[in-house]
């Protein structure tokens, strides 16, 4: 296995999108949400862009984009969750997303669920990022975490490995999509 980080948009603090190409053949490209980025960079990887990465060429992706819900970088939970909610997504998050999820072949979601948002912050992000993405289709790799996340990246292990048609009213709930489009 092996792959290549080709590009990166980033900026004190935040990182907006991650580029890497795989070893596999074709035209296929897999773009993955997360909920907020780590240390990976343009010139360091990281354990969940490797394992993503490899997942990627095993299923045929000669490329993986990485975005997330909330561009603010940080490895800490504790550094970012009082943080005020604009400062979480960061001024080219939304950009990012349309540009880069609109365009993908395979669109996944993964971040398990270890939230560093409270969960009202997340339940708007969601709703937002959805209308943001709207006829776009989505996938998870794997089981829900408990119920109602998507798998992390770094989780796509054994018995978690395949790539699954997703619905967002599976990650929200009831209560928060009164007076939202379904």
């Known amino acids: 296995m092996a792959y290549t980080i080709t590009g990166c948009e980033e900026e004190p603090d935040y990182r907006y999108v ?31 862009v490797g394992k993503v990465s490899n997942w990627a060429e095993e299923n045929g992706f000669c490329s993986v984009t990485f975005l997330n819900l909330f561009a603010r970088r940080s490895p800490s939970i504790e550094e970012i969750r009082h943080l005020p909610y604009e400062e979480l997504i960061g001024p080219k998050n939304n950009e990012a997303l349309l540009r880069y999820g609109s365009a993908s072949s395979t669109l996944v979601l993964a971040w398990g669920g270890t939230l560093p948002v409270p969960e009202p912050l997340y339940l708007q992000r969601l709703h937002e990022v959805r209308d943001l993405l709207a006829g776009c289709p989505v996938y998870r790799v794997g089981a829900l975490v408990y119920g109602r ?6 989780m796509w292990n054994a018995g978690n490995r395949t790539l699954e048609s997703l619905s967002w009213s599976e990650l929200l709930p009831n209560n928060s999509l009164q007076g939202r489009r379904p």
Do not use: F, M, W
Not at 149 to 154: C, D, T, V
């Open 18 to 48: 991650l580029h890497v190409n795989t070893s596999a053949q074709g035209e296929k490209s897999l773009v993955v949400i997360q909920c907020n980025p780590s240390r990976a960079s343009g010139t360091r990887s990281d354990p969940t």
């Open 149 to 154: 996340y998507p798998r992390h990246g770094r």
